[in-house]
Nanobody, 124 residues
Framework: QVQLVESGGGLVQAGGSLRLSCAASGRTSSSYAIGWFRQAPGKEREFVAA????????YYGDSVKGRFTISRDNAKNTVYLQMNSLKPEDTAVYYCAADGILARMLISTIAEYWGQGTQVTVSS
């Protein structure tokens, strides 16, 4: 079992920045790939970014490339999502997810474990 807890969401003006954290717990949590997804009201869940268990490989959704950066600190069992140049369309609930197969998160919105989500609101 892997437990995930997101934090760092909030209200920010367009052009601003936020850093989300995903704290993982569980005996083998550092061996899982971690992904960030988001869901806005009335929209489907969307892939944002993912990172391999080692941190060597990162992937981004087209809408956030060049603005968001995913990283992880396995010593702290924490994955970060640095979000810069935020836009109103980034407003959503952001979820982190863990899966033993990173590719599954890249081609679908399916993952083994999910956090409870954190709200990000970007005002214009």
């Amino acid at each position: 079992q892997v437990q995930l807890v997101e934090s760092g969401g909030g209200l920010v003006q367009a052009g601003g920045s936020l850093r989300l954290s995903c704290a993982a717990s569980g005996r083998t949590s550092s061996s899982y790939a971690i992904g960030w997804f988001r869901q806005a009201p009335g929209k489907e869940r969307e892939f944002v970014a993912a990172i391999s268990y080692s941190g060597a490989n990162t992937y981004y959704g087209d809408s956030v490339k060049g603005r968001f950066t995913i990283s992880r600190d396995n010593a702290k069992n924490t994955v970060y999502l640095q979000m810069n140049s935020l836009k109103p369309e980034d407003t959503a609930v952001y979820y982190c997810a863990a899966d033993g197969i990173l590719a599954r998160m890249l081609i679908s919105t399916i993952a083994e474990y999910w956090g409870q989500g954190t709200q990000v609101t970007v005002s214009s």
